[in-house]
């Protein structure tokens, strides 16, 4: 079965700090993967999408790796902020369909505090 | 753009009742997805269009649910009868066939079931 592992669960750090959350699947074929921010209350918004052949992807103070070998991604985050409290889940896009299969993580909870 | 709608934000009902969730998907997209998120089991695909048409509905959990999609602009997810289970959040989420069929979400519908 493909799966989407997650950790830490949850991970509380101070403003100012970097953090870096992982990722782990099992989803045979691959085709993308992507990492989403959920803030309390509202639906995910995407932060980043790789395809299997990309090893790294930016948004501002985000940047998401990725390694198809170990079949493993990380989520870094430099200087949080407040604002950066929530929910980060890995999504990952079987190789075999399109977007309608995808395998989501469990998330990681994040908050920062001041 | 506004986004993907929802209706209503909120919904708390008694055991038994009839629930019916509603869905804008944003203009142009031509597929749009129904998920549940708990803090259990995060977040599940129930069911999903192509066009209107109901492509994949495995993740239905059972009859008691029900989807349609009468035209582009609207669809509707109904729970008859519903159950204290049921209580979760449900979120649409709408896509193009953009090269990454990136899905944006609504804000979720947070369901209730006394």
């Known amino acids: ?114 | 753009d506004a986004g993907v709608i929802q209706s209503p934000r909120h919904e708390v009902t008694e055991m038994g009742q009839e629930v019916t969730l509603r869905c804008k998907p944003i203009s142009g997209h031509n597929s749009l997805f129904w998920y549940r998120q708990t803090m259990m089991r995060g977040l599940e695909l129930l069911i999903y269009f192509n066009n209107n048409v109901p492509i994949d509905d495995s993740g239905m959990p059972e009859d008691r649910f029900s989807a349609k999609m009468p035209n582009a602009s609207f669809s509707t997810l109904k729970i008859q009868p519903s159950e204290p289970r049921d209580s979760a959040v449900y979120f649409c989420a709408s896509s193009s066939t953009d090269p990454y069929n990136e899905q944006f979400f609504g804000p979720g519908t947070r369901l209730t079931v006394l």
């Open chain 1, 1 to 114: 079965k493909n799966q989407v592992e997650q950790s830490p669960q949850s991970l509380i750090i101070l403003e100012g700090k970097n953090c870096t959350l992982q990722c782990n699947y099992t989803v045979s074929p691959f085709s993308n993967l992507r990492w989403y921010k959920q803030d309390t209350g509202r639906g995910p918004v995407s932060l980043t999408i790789m395809t299997f052949s990309e090893n790294t992807k930016s948004n501002g103070r985000y940047t998401a790796t990725l390694d198809a070998d170990t079949k493993q991604s990380s989520l870094h985050i430099t200087a949080s902020q407040l604002s950066d409290s929530a929910s980060y889940i890995c999504v990952v896009t079987p190789g075999n369909f399109g977007n309608e299969k995808l395998t989501f993580g469990t998330g990681t909870r994040l908050t920062i505090i001041p």
